[in-house]
């Protein structure tokens, strides 16, 4: 079956802008979380959606928000993009429910503020 | 999650057996042991998990020790494409701010040689 679809994949943003970020999760699957990674912090948590509801969210300022939507696809958006936000937003995909077991993941949007 | 120790880098010879160790010396009762690796531009991808029990699929063998303070990934005959960031993380899987959530550490990076 298709695996985690992000778009895009590839997109240029000049600082003060906003962008929103699209994640289609595998089929079945009704969990989705979004990372951001950059070369200088990694990998890290920005936040999970289960049946259109975040339930959990790591520590990033309130620029960075997201939604899910009923047939679980998600959107992440980043308000007034600042330098510091160029990096690589990864969409990860479960089953959910109250056993979360393993994350797939999509190949990433990666995204260049000027 | 309890915290995880890697080796910031190994090397292998392609066909030989890759060994990638991991020490969680405070893992609790009810966290797991996930292996995670992230080609170069891609986004990670899961490998195997446990929780006491050695595990073994058709990627890799997981090999925890009996007071699960340290576990060993084996990738049996590495190839070249097996070169990655190998990722060894720990955390329970019952909800709360577990849901969605992998806590990466800098991980491995595994150089498989010809």
């Known amino acids: 079956k298709a695996g985690v679809t992000q778009t895009p994949r590839y997109l240029i943003k000049t600082r003060g802008q906003q962008v929103t970020l699209s994640c289609s999760p595998i089929?079945?699957?009704?969990?989705v979380s979004w990372y951001q990674q950059t070369p200088g912090q990694g990998l890290q948590f920005l936040f999970e959606?289960?049946?259109?509801?975040?339930?959990n969210k790591g520590n990033f300022p309130g620029r960075f928000s997201g939604r899910q939507f009923s047939n679980s696809r998600s959107e992440m958006n980043v308000s007034t993009l600042e330098l510091g936000d160029s990096a690589l937003y990864l969409c990860?995909?479960?089953?959910?429910?109250?056993?979360?077991?393993?994350?797939?993941f999509g190949e990433g949007s990666r995204l260049t503020v000027l | 999650d309890a915290k995880t120790t890697q080796p910031p880098s190994m090397d292998c010879a392609e066909g030989r057996a890759a060994n990638l160790p991991c020490n969680h010396s405070?893992?609790?009762?009810?966290?797991?042991v996930y292996w995670y690796r992230q080609i170069h531009s891609q986004g990670p991808q899961y490998i195997i998990h446990?929780?006491?029990n050695n595990e073994t699929n058709e990627m890799a063998s997981l090999i925890i020790t009996e007071d699960r303070k340290s576990s060993t990934l084996i990738l049996p005959h590495a190839t070249l494409r097996d070169t990655a960031v190998y990722y060894c993380?720990?955390?329970?899987?019952?909800?709360?701010?577990?849901?969605?959530?992998?806590?990466f550490g800098q991980g491995t990076i595994l150089t498989v040689h010809p």
């Open positions: 990860a995909s479960s089953t959910g429910g109250e056993y979360t077991g393993e994350l797939f």
């Open positions: 089929s079945g699957h009704r969990s």
């Open positions: 959606y289960f049946s259109e509801t975040q339930r």
């Open positions: 405070t893992i609790s009762g009810n966290e797991y």
């Open positions: 446990g929780l006491k």
């Open positions: 993380i720990v955390r329970t899987n019952l909800g709360g701010t577990s849901y969605g959530k992998l806590t």
